[in-house]
């Protein structure tokens, strides 16, 4: 069975379309041109910013004129994650797509149906010719993932609307209609290393198999974190084994919770043996810790031919008391919203580029000043530490109105076509709705999207019944007017 086999066809059949094209983030040329050729095939009016940004505009269809103007939004950038097996070139590849039961998913890579269901969505609806709607506005923006840098540039003039619907959420049963706020903090540490001791044993840990996440939408889990778990080993073997750390690392994006890590250095030849009974005992408390969670968790310990060099020991205990000392975490739940996570921490990634020891980490709060202090904390924990720090712009918080024109349609609608309520809430993740707000205040704005589940892991995969069900309420949610 192939993609174009299953409904709604014009649906599938762009998203496979999209599929096709390399779309990371800071890197998604290919795809606004395919979407700048699509609007010039159809003879569409659009525009296309500075960034990358684009706009594509279809008028109402005949006898829909009287209803309002309304914006649908998604992001063309995906996340792109692989499981550590994959030779898949994210810069080059075109996703290979796996119909498996009710879901597809992708083969040993990130889906990209965050947000590509939204693109094909958005799509369908100006490729079709049988659908009655009013005049519809598509805004497809550009770095959603890596720091919405694409929502942050994109012009006021984009907004010719008063009604917007994001398409980037990933549960069907959920009307979104707030979000966190978020920022990045990055720590520099200038590494000090000097030659490896004589007398040796050059070793690796490495740690692979855990679920990982959406630093926003799972970091309610209590998922294991690859970076804390390396760094917790590696302290360990600092106090007991003598360990000389040569290099380390953790994670890959800044939103992504990590779910590997590799640790390589060395040991005196006479601690090889208290080495294995220190990795062996930790390892399996480790296991132990997270079997309700993380059950597929593998850590291994190799030797390694003697590296060169290796940190000095200074460098070490502070880098690494610092990435334990650094939150991760929820540090906050809402007192305005049952069970919504306010304020949260990621301990992204730990990378070395060139001689520096880069750590990223990324607060979310629904709360501006939480979402300052959360920042604070991160940045104390690394200044102490001798880190230079790094903090990112970031994206103010979405803030809910539940009485809106357009949520009581869509709570109505959803009512009418499934027979059940929805979940009319806030989300800890990030949209682009919050900067959406702050250039036009007057947007009346949801989110919503077909059941997606394992986003930002290679374990991503759509249910394939959602995405008719969630075709079916877009389309609605176009062609009436709210009561």
């Known amino acids: 069975m192939n993609l174009t086999d299953l409904e709604p066809k014009l649906v599938w059949h762009y998203f496979g379309e999209i599929s096709k094209i390399p779309r990371a983030s800071k890197h998604e040329e290919r795809i606004v041109d395919f979407l700048e050729k699509f609007a010039n095939d159809h003879s569409f009016k659009y525009k296309r910013d500075a960034v990358g940004n684009i706009i594509i505009s279809k008028p109402a269809t005949p006898g829909f004129e009287h209803l309002p103007k309304t914006i649908l939004q998604s992001h063309v950038d995906m996340v792109c994650e692989k499981i550590a097996s994959s030779d898949h070139n994210f810069d080059t590849d075109p996703i290979k797509t796996i119909i498996d039961g009710d879901f597809i998913h992708a083969d040993g890579t990130t889906l990209g149906a965050d947000d590509g269901i939204g693109v094909a969505i958005e799509l369908a609806l100006l490729a079709s010719d049988n659908i009655g709607h009013c005049a519809i506005d598509c805004i497809f923006t550009v770095d959603e993932e890596t720091g919405i840098t694409g929502a942050h540039a994109i012009d006021k003039s984009f907004f010719d609307a008063t009604r917007l619907i994001n398409l980037d959420s990933e549960e069907e049963n959920i009307i979104y209609i707030g979000c966190a706020g978020g920022c ?131 460098f070490s205990m502070k880098l690494i008391s610092a990435l334990l000392a650094c939150p991760h975490g929820v540090l906050g739940m809402s007192r305005d919203i049952e069970g919504l996570v306010e304020t949260s921490n990621n301990l992204a990634s730990v990378k070395r580029i060139d001689n520096k020891i880069v750590v990223t980490t990324s607060q979310r709060s629904s709360v501006e000043s939480c979402k300052e202090y959360a920042q604070l904390m991160v940045t104390s924990v690394f200044e102490l530490a001798g880190a230079n720090i790094i903090v990112s712009e970031g994206y103010p918080a979405w803030q809910p109105n539940p009485d809106s024109p357009l949520v009581k349609q869509a709570a109505a ?71």
Not at 208 to 231: E, F, P, T
Not at 436 to 465: Q, Y
Request: proline letters at 5%; charged letters at 25%; hydrophobic letters at 40%.
């Open 184 to 314: 990045t903090t990055q720590a520099d540490f200038a590494i000090s290393d000097c030659p490896t001791p004589q007398g040796m044993l050059g070793i690796r840990v490495c740690l692979r198999g855990l679920r990982g996440g959406h630093s926003g939408c799972d970091i309610h889990l209590g998922r294991g974190n690859a970076a804390k778990i390396i760094a917790r080993f590696a302290h360990k073997a600092l106090k007991e084994c003598n360990l000389e750390i040569a290099n380390i690392l953790a994670g890959n994006l800044h939103n992504a919770i990590p779910r590997e890590a590799t640790l390589t250095g060395a040991v005196p030849f006479a601690q090889r043996e208290n080495i294995r009974v220190l990795f062996n005992i930790f390892s399996a408390d480790i296991q132990d810790e997270l079997r309700g969670i993380d059950p597929d968790i593998r850590l291994t310990l190799e030797t390694i031919d003697q590296p060169e060099r290796v940190f000095t020991n200074d």
């Open 413 to 483: 609608t959803y009512r009418r076509l499934f027979g059940a309520d929805p979940i009319v809430t806030a989300l800890h993740a990030g949209v682009e709705c919050g900067l959406f707000a702050g250039k036009c205040p007057e947007l009346d704005m949801i989110s919503i999207g077909p059941n997606v589940f394992g986003v930002h892991t290679p374990d991503e995969r759509v249910e394939i019944a959602s995405v008719a069900r969630f075709w079916r309420y877009v389309t609605d949610l176009i062609s009436h007017k709210a009561d």
